[in-house]
């Protein structure tokens, strides 16, 4: 009987150890399951912003060629030169003559563009600011009393050039752009280079581009 007793006692304990060891593995396997898990998701992440940055590359490198085009920096010129001297704010956009109404509508939805691809998180503020934010501003100044009376003549509701307005915004909060995006950006000295002492002739040293 106490045989008996005594291997049950054994048997019990082996199948304790035998539970603690099963339980050790599969808290083992619950470990590697989520590690893999985890690694997954961040390569996912990783290749979905690695796609979301080559698709915003494609759209501002579009922008960019469409920014260097003739006819729009004709437009551009127009409306920030001569808008003002020829046109009378009251008219808006609408009501403007082909030639002017043509100009402002190009440059409108250029940058109305713009600030869409940034408020919808398609294209990086830090990269739009930069590239467009002196030239955006630049414009806005000179469209502003046409924009606004346009949205008188179209009514209350109506939102137009927000898109742009927003861009206008975030340009004008984050200059300076060393303090809001942390770049740093290096500078010419403006002082003229100074002469050579041990130069006989007296003549500069050689800039790079002189090289």
């Known amino acids: 009987m106490q045989q008996a007793l005594s291997f049950g006692g054994a048997n019990e304990g082996t199948c304790e150890g035998g539970m603690d060891f099963s339980l050790l593995f599969n808290i083992l396997a619950l470990m590697l399951s989520l590690t893999a898990l985890v690694i997954s998701a961040l390569i996912a992440l990783r290749q979905s912003t690695t796609m979301h940055h080559a698709n915003e590359l494609s759209v501002l490198v579009d922008l960019a060629q469409e920014f260097r085009t003739v006819e729009f920096q ?24 082909e030639e002017a109404r043509i100009a402002v509508n190009a440059v409108m939805t250029f940058f109305s563009s713009i600030g869409t691809l940034v408020v919808m998180n398609m294209a990086d503020e830090v990269l739009v600011v930069p590239l467009f934010g002196y030239r955006a501003n630049r414009a806005w100044k000179a469209l502003e009393p046409f924009v606004m009376r346009e949205r008188e003549l179209r009514g209350p509701n109506d939102g137009f050039g927000t898109f742009y307005e927003d861009l206008v915004c975030r340009i004008r909060d984050k200059f300076p752009l060393d303090k809001s995006y942390g770049l740093v950006l290096r500078r010419l000295p403006a002082d ?18 002189d090289r």
């Open 74 to 97: 004709r437009a551009e010129s127009y409306v920030i030169e001569s808008l003002a001297k020829e046109q009378d704010p009251s008219l808006g956009c609408s009501r403007l003559p």
């Open 192 to 209: 003229p280079p100074q002469e050579r002492p041990d130069d006989p002739t007296g003549e500069s040293a050689p800039t790079p581009d």
